[in-house]
């Protein structure tokens, strides 16, 4: 059947339809199913697919059918169906319904099996729910999202997206803090390219957006006395260097700072 996916997945949806009228292996069937539909961009016919047939599908089976959901969701732009799906998962896990009171459970990701702690799985969720919520511009609900994630189980990637959600807020320098913290890998998952390459490619965007330091505010001066020593080098100083070498010290030492 992977050989048949690969090479003519249209005819493997024929084969999966087959199967889940017949009820020969509905749960793996419907799976299947609706994610090789994903990948032909047919992902609305998928989540019809799912919500008409998983009562089929054994209980055991209904989990990761949710996962298969979210990821429709996700892809379709269905914010509401999405937000509403992942805030059900977490009661479940909060009421002790998902890992049947252990603290772990086996997950399956491209045909390899591991181990996924109740933690894990509840940053996890919790991480696609900020996501969900900044694409709908409620970054102050995805910003305590991302917390309570990070509370919970820090890793890199949840951390360039909460620098992503304060940068949408304003907040370039709580950005700048968190995003550097993935960069020196003080941070869980850290070492990973992808993430430091995002880290980086938000700083770069914060230093992009956010105003240059003033003099000024960096020696303490006020704007009137500030402005008049600007004056009067500008009147007597040499044409080569209309500043003294205290403020070209000063001034290379701002740029630093707005880098």
């Known amino acids: 059947m992977l050989q048949l996916i690969e090479k003519n997945p249209e005819a493997a949806i024929v084969l999966f339809w087959k199967a889940i009228n017949a009820g020969d292996r509905v749960d793996s069937a419907l799976k299947d199913m609706a994610v090789v539909m ?3 961009d047919r992902s609305e016919e998928a989540i019809e697919a799912i919500k008409s047939f998983r009562s089929r599908c054994s209980k055991q089976a209904q989990e990761s059918l949710d996962n298969v959901l979210i990821d429709l969701y996700k892809k379709c732009g269905r914010l509401e169906e999405q937000i509403e799906l992942l805030k059900r998962k977490l009661r479940l896990i909060y009421q002790g319904e998902v ?9 399956r990701s491209h045909g390899k099996k591991f181990q996924v702690s109740v933690k894990q799985e509840i940053s996890r ?10 694409q709908k511009s409620n970054y102050l609900t995805a910003e305590v999202i991302y917390r309570k994630a990070q509370m919970i189980d820090p890793d890199a990637n949840k951390a360039c997206n909460l620098g992503l959600c304060l940068i949408k807020q304003g907040r370039f320098d709580d950005a700048g803090s968190i995003l550097g913290d993935v960069l020196q890998g003080k941070i869980p998952g850290s070492e990973d390219d992808k993430a430091k390459n995002k880290a980086r490619e938000l700083l770069m965007e914060v230093k992009a957006i956010q105003p240059p330091l003033e003099l000024s505010d960096i020696v303490g001066l006020d704007d009137e006395f500030f402005n008049g020593l600007e004056l009067l080098m500008n009147a007597y100083a040499p044409v080569r260097s209309k500043r003294l070498p205290i403020f070209e010290e000063i001034s290379s030492f701002r740029d630093q700072l707005a880098c």
């Open 38 to 40: 994903k990948q032909l």
């Open 99 to 107: 890992f049947n009171g252990k603290p772990t459970k086996t997950a």
């Open 125 to 134: 969720l919790l991480g696609n729910l900020g996501w969900a919520y900044m």
